[in-house]
């Protein structure tokens, strides 16, 4: 029950710390490659220096066999999705940024089940659906179905971070050398990405880059104590941080937004309920 507790709640401070980012991205004014390769650089320049300070990184050595696997995580996790989330927050908004990458439950829950035998119950499917419910309100805004370019790209970017995540839950690794490898592959990655297009540098870098570190090392503890399912249903309130900070900054809040949000919420604190447990009925 300890190990339930303590996940969960690794899960909700997650929820905040992930809020911030839509934003940050949002007011990116520079090259939205270089943003994403500095800001991997700035989160693994942190999470380095915690483990050399640790001394973590010893366990690396120990365990070489977890580097193509950590190199897959940096691909999928980091440079795709970045490159998907900065273009898509750029053409759309850091409402719908914050709202529609919460569809991360969709690809969380058949992923979970294919790949690491997590038992997906109805009662969970059925907070699940409130949450997608709550999505579509955001999407469509009350219009026929039409997604956009931006809202697209925004869409693909949690499949890309389940892809990592499945990947990381399997690593031998403890969860700040999982964020460095993550962030280091994700950065070598985009780097002839951001020379071929122009190398900028903007103050925004470092504030991503704390949301990156600090975030990652919330959730990789999460995962590794719960389900990977669960902890992304817990995190998927997180437009609350988003959309209070987009209002401020002058975005428009819609009633569809706030119907939408309610019905997310509420589906979120069913899902928070819900004990992690994988197909054979054992928990884990």
Not at 183 to 200: D, Q, R
């Amino acid at each position: 029950m300890r190990r339930e507790t303590l996940g969960t709640l690794f899960a909700v401070a997650g929820t905040f710390i992930y809020g911030l980012e839509p934003v940050v991205i949002k007011s990116n004014p520079s090259n939205p490659i270089s943003f994403a390769a500095f800001s991997a650089l700035v989160a693994s320049g942190f999470l380095w220096g915690s483990l050399l300070w640790s001394g973590g990184w010893k366990e690396i050595e120990k365990e070489r066999s977890g580097l193509k696997k950590a190199f897959l995580m940096g691909l999928f996790g980091t440079a795709l999705a970045y490159l998907a989330y900065s273009f898509g927050a750029r053409m759309s908004t850091a409402i719908n940024a914050a709202l529609i990458t919460r569809s991360e439950v969709l690809f969380s829950f058949f992923l979970s089940w294919l790949f690491l035998g997590e038992k997906i119950t109805r009662r969970l499917v059925g907070y699940s659906a409130t949450i997608l419910a709550g999505l579509v309100v955001v999407i469509l805004q009350g219009r026929s179905m039409e997604l956009h370019l931006g809202d697209f790209l925004l869409f693909l970017v949690p499949l890309f971070w389940q892809l990592g995540h499945v990947i990381a839950k399997k690593l031998p690794y403890s969860p700040p050398t999982i964020a460095a490898l993550r962030n280091t592959f994700g950065f070598l990655l985009l780097l002839p990405l951001a020379v071929a297009t122009g190398l900028e540098f903007s103050r925004f870098v470092i504030a991503e880059g704390l949301v990156i570190a600090v975030g990652q090392l919330v959730w990789y503890r999460s995962i590794k104590l719960i389900n990977l399912s669960k902890a992304t249903a817990i995190i998927t309130p997180a437009p609350a941080v988003a959309i209070g900070l987009s209002i401020m900054l002058g975005e428009s809040f819609t009633l569809y937004h706030a119907v939408g949000f309610t019905l997310i919420t509420l589906g979120t604190l069913g899902a928070v309920r819900t004990k992690s447990e994988l197909r054979t009925g054992t928990a884990l």
